[in-house]
């Protein structure tokens, strides 16, 4: 298996659920990224992570909580989200931590409904 | 701060048309790079080209073209006889170092221009 995988790809959960999104990828690559789509939005940096450390976190709220076991896996654990919170959610990933050169590559995305 | 701005929210052709998306860029950094992205029906963004700042030379791949001209910010991508498989999303984006920082990723994009191809 190649690229970066997202996993589910469709979400649905009400406002008290917990879940989490899972993002793997196959790339041998050192940062990975969390983004946010929103309809007529531009898309959102949430968190990036580099060698497993977290180097970015964009004034995100704390109900979105993301874990990196591993460079390879990237987390995203949701709680208490609000319907705002509707959103195409991608992982990405990109081959030099701090290479402002080095394309990303996304995953398909999760397509996460709030109810 | 950066900013990129792709003015076409929408763009519907016929297909065999040629098409131009634009892409308007600011940004204080001297060295930065400027990327498109597709994003078909699927959502996977995928990566078509990069362009540093200091190389102005225009690129052909195939029915793609991108026309980057520095006097004028704007990485302009131009698809030559369009098919219906190139209906997607299309992102421009600016990665830069944002004043001595590290970037990690700090890709700024445009807003996307839906481009639609009919048969």
């Known amino acids: 298996e190649t690229g970066v995988t997202q996993t589910p790809r469709h979400l649905v959960m009400g406002m008290t659920n917990k879940k989490s999104l899972k993002c793997e990828q196959h790339?041998?690559?050192?940062?990975m990224y969390w983004y946010k789509q929103s309809a007529k939005k531009p898309l959102e940096l949430m968190f990036v992570y580099s060698l497993e450390e977290r180097v970015e976190n964009n004034s995100v709220p704390s109900r979105f909580s993301p874990e990196c076991p591993n460079s390879s896996h990237l987390f995203l654990h949701l709680h208490t989200l609000q319907p705002e919170d509707s959103a195409l959610y991608l992982c990405a990933s990109s081959q030099d931590r701090g290479a402002i050169s080095s394309p990303l590559h996304f995953g398909n995305g999760t397509r996460l409904t709030v109810t | 701060a950066q900013k990129v701005t792709q003015a076409q929210t929408e763009i519907s052709v016929v297909e065999k048309e040629d098409v131009t998306l634009d892409c308007v860029y600011e940004t204080r950094d001297t060295t930065y790079y400027l990327f498109w992205y597709k994003q078909p029906p699927s959502g996977e963004l995928v990566f078509l080209i990069r362009r540093n700042s200091f190389d102005e030379q225009n690129e052909i791949s195939g029915r793609y073209s991108w026309n980057f001209q520095k006097s004028t910010s704007s990485f302009n991508f131009t698809i030559t006889a369009s098919q219906v498989v190139d209906s997607a999303l299309y992102f421009c984006?600016?990665?830069?170092?944002?004043?001595?920082?590290?970037?990690?990723?700090?890709?700024?994009f445009g807003q996307g221009t839906i481009l639609t191809v009919h048969p």
């Open positions: 984006a600016l990665s830069g170092n944002l004043a001595g920082g590290t970037s990690y990723g700090k890709l700024t």
């Open positions: 790339l041998g690559h050192n940062a």
